[in-house]
């Protein structure tokens, strides 16, 4: 199996770097669970300044809104309901929320602990045809500044991977910014960094424009950030909406 590592300055330096990395060397084998084939290898990307600018690929499938309704559904719970309504079987934010505040106190209590683990993977998940992909985030300061490392055990390459890390990284933040400390790096590992076959052409399309020297990025701030606030009200409508069901 292709062990790739790749450091990026931005996320989407790291990114870019990474599907390039799957591009050249990957295993391709059936994925019977979901009846196609994939291009996989296991990934690591480092981004060694999550803040700077530019934060935003333009190999993303989603817009503005897609990518700040995930952000709600990552840190904020948004969609959690749907769980207790027995309609989802779990969220991410549903699994991780009371143990944020724990990591925050735990870093408190002692600035160098090895201890601040979220833990996302559930014995829920040994049962269930939709197991987490998500792992564990592990929070670590060091140098003053607060380092995120994360674990996936699959992760698309292509279609969830970039969102994946820009709310990790926002998730990153919130934390620093209880701690009063600064963002450090932030590390995305996939065990299996995968493109299903039906995405081929567009993983292929995504290698022509980063190799073609062009311009591939947006700004958050000052860009996306405005587009994405813009789109908060439709957002909560789309909330009370799906709420109203009930």
Request: glycine share 4%.
């Amino acid at each position: 199996m292709f062990e790739h590592f790749v450091t990026g300055e931005t996320l989407p330096e790291a990114y870019h770097k990474a599907l390039t990395a799957l591009h050249r060397e990957n295993d391709r084998l059936p994925c019977p669970d979901y009846n196609t084939n994939q291009k996989e290898a296991s990934m690591t990307f480092v981004v060694t300044s999550p803040l700077k600018e530019p934060m935003i690929s333009k190999l993303f499938i989603g817009d503005p809104r897609a990518l700040e309704q995930y952000r709600q559904e990552m840190l904020d719970g948004i969609l959690d309901f749907e769980v207790a309504r027995g309609n989802w079987e779990y969220t991410y934010h549903q699994r991780m929320a009371d143990q944020i505040p724990w990591v925050i106190d735990e870093l408190r209590r002692n600035p160098d602990s090895r201890r601040a683990v979220v833990s996302i993977r559930s014995e829920e998940d040994m049962h269930t045809g939709s197991p987490a992909c998500l792992q564990n985030i592990h929070y670590l300061i060091r140098d003053g500044k607060l380092h995120s490392k994360v674990l996936f055990r699959s992760n698309d390459a292509t279609k969830a991977s970039f969102m994946n890390a820009f709310a990790l990284i926002m998730l990153q933040k919130r934390i620093a910014d209880a701690l009063g400390i600064a963002v450090g790096t932030y590390t995305h590992r996939a065990n299996s960094f995968h493109v299903y076959e039906r995405d081929y052409n567009m993983f292929d399309g995504y290698i022509r424009r980063i190799e073609s020297g062009g311009d591939v990025t947006f700004n958050y701030i000052g860009d996306w950030d405005e587009l994405m606030d813009e789109a908060k009200p439709a957002i909560a409508e789309m909330v009370r909406q799906l709420k109203d069901r009930e």
